[in-house]
């Protein structure tokens, strides 16, 4: 459920979807104004980014969502395309090849988008940290040489800090109560006057945010003054400037990015660290226009590991002009990396003093049989060429089942056995129909599942009856 600032609660599902709705028409209204006609939504192939890190069943939400605001239907979902943000952003930093930078004013810092160049690309959003590593391959195309990896370390963090530094100064009871009765003024406060301020914040130098007037009537409202709260704050980095703005000094500024900096760093440290040859660290994403968090990256990668760190030009819309881009070229990624192990929910054979006891069942011919096992389709990390389709066979338990229902398995591991293992998820249900039941438990499907697009798509085909082949099967990871 996604929970508003007033404490109403709507799936979360519903919200994308209304959010959906308006820009659909939005867009339709800006594209018709320049067309002949009035365009309607069928004519247009939609892109949504999404941040990497998200599982399969949260890109089959956004998905439903796009459905239920009318951008496309079941019927045609090839009109609707789910890009991954880095990705997107991977593709408009080609699309300008010079990227400038204030990390080195002096220099026009290029990078070369040749055959063999290894770079990182950092997406740094409000709310997650989006990581990929890719090399460039022959006619530019781009091979990803790391699954997805990331955190909930974005911009948003600094502002949770900032907010705790406003609770210390003027009391948690007053800020809660400011910002449940002036949500307004405290979007403004944290979302305009400080954002501007953490963005173009300088090392070594105060921020000053002003204060909405609101605020000093809200605290006269109170029994507090602004100037009296700073005062006995008692700390000689936090000022009141002309009676109106909070003067931050820069070694409470530090306190405010130091963690989520260092985690940001830390994280890069450990994919540098194991992967070798790269040469660049491009920074995009709104979070990455802070000037401290282009410096911090700077002294933490470029000496230690010999390679330099780019912030794109207009980083902060790298993602959106990146996705029109990829609404053209989806294919210009020609490998991916599995995020997980990918599996299914099997039985086999039981070996005794091997598989868990717990595990122990037998079938109608008296046979030992292990259930809950692992059987692995494809393990993390493992690099799935564009189009490339892994393919297993199943067959019924029972003789006279006309559908087998299948259970997809992800795991963190790489060589998960059984799904009840730690990290093991029971991801989705694929629900395969077997209408020719004549052939009993000998019938075979194959199952042929597609992992190098953004989003996993399976087909089957009955080998028993060869009548249904090429069936639609249900993906189902909600």
Not at 56 to 77: C, F, V
Not at 196 to 224: Q, T, V
Not at 300 to 319: D, N
Not at 321 to 334: C, I, K
Request: aromatic share 8%.
């Amino acid at each position: 459920m996604a929970v508003a600032a007033n404490g109403a609660e709507l799936p979360v599902k519903t919200v994308f979807a209304f959010a959906l709705a308006h820009f659909k028409k939005a867009a339709i209204s800006q594209i018709s104004s320049y067309s002949s006609h009035d365009v309607d939504s069928a004519e247009v192939k939609w892109v949504i980014t999404v941040p990497a890190i998200w599982n399969d069943g949260a890109k089959q939400i956004m998905r439903e969502a796009a459905y239920e605001a009318g951008l496309t239907s079941l019927l045609q979902p090839d009109r609707l395309v789910i890009a991954l943000e880095p990705e997107a952003a991977a593709l408009y930093c080609k699309s300008i090849n010079l990227m400038s930078t204030d990390i080195h004013p002096a220099e026009n810092t290029s990078l070369a988008y040749q055959s063999g160049t290894r770079y990182l690309l950092a997406d740094l959003g409000g709310g997650t940290v989006d990581v990929t590593v890719h090399e460039v391959e022959r006619d530019d195309l781009i091979r990803e040489l790391h699954h997805a990896t990331g955190g909930a370390w974005g911009g948003t963090y600094v502002d949770e800090k900032f907010a705790e530094l406003l609770e210390s100064i003027f009391g948690k009871d007053s800020m809660q109560k400011f910002r449940s009765e002036y949500r307004g003024d405290w979007v403004d406060l944290i979302s305009i006057r400080f954002e501007g301020a953490k963005r173009y914040a300088e090392f070594g130098e105060n921020i000053y945010i002003e204060l909405p007037p609101s605020f000093h009537d809200f605290m006269k409202d109170e029994g507090k003054s602004v100037n009296d709260c700073i005062n006995r704050f008692n700390s000689t980095d936090i000022k009141c400037r002309r009676g109106r703005s909070l003067a931050i000094c820069y070694p409470e500024v530090e306190k405010l990015f130091e963690s989520i900096l260092k985690s940001i760093s830390d994280h890069l440290k450990s994919l540098l660290e194991k992967i070798s040859g790269i040469q660049f660290v491009v920074l995009v994403g709104g979070f990455a226009t802070s000037k401290l968090l282009q410096l911090y990256m700077k002294k933490a990668l470029e000496g230690p590991f010999g390679l330099r760190v780019i912030a794109a030009r207009e980083c902060s819309l790298a993602i959106v002009m990146g996705s029109v881009l990829f609404g053209h070229d989806p294919l210009a990624f020609v490998s991916r990396r599995v995020k997980y192990t990918y599996g299914v929910e099997s039985c086999r054979d039981f070996v005794s003093g091997v598989d868990p006891e717990s595990l122990l069942t037998y079938n109608e011919n008296g046979v030992a049989k292990c259930t809950k096992t692992f059987t692995i389709f494809v393990r993390k990390n493992t690099e799935i060429e564009m189009g490339q389709e892994i393919v297993d066979t199943f067959s019924p338990l029972c003789a006279h089942s006309d559908e087998v229902k299948v259970v997809v398995c992800t795991s963190e591991d790489v060589n998960p056995r059984y799904t009840t293992e730690g990290g093991v998820r029971k991801a989705a249900v694929m629900k395969l129909s077997m209408p020719n039941v004549a052939k009993g438990k000998s019938r075979v499907i194959k199952v042929f599942m597609q992992f190098g697009n953004t989003e996993i798509t399976v087909r089957s085909e009955d080998v028993s009856s060869g009548s249904v082949a090429g069936q639609e099967i249900h993906l189902d990871f909600l």
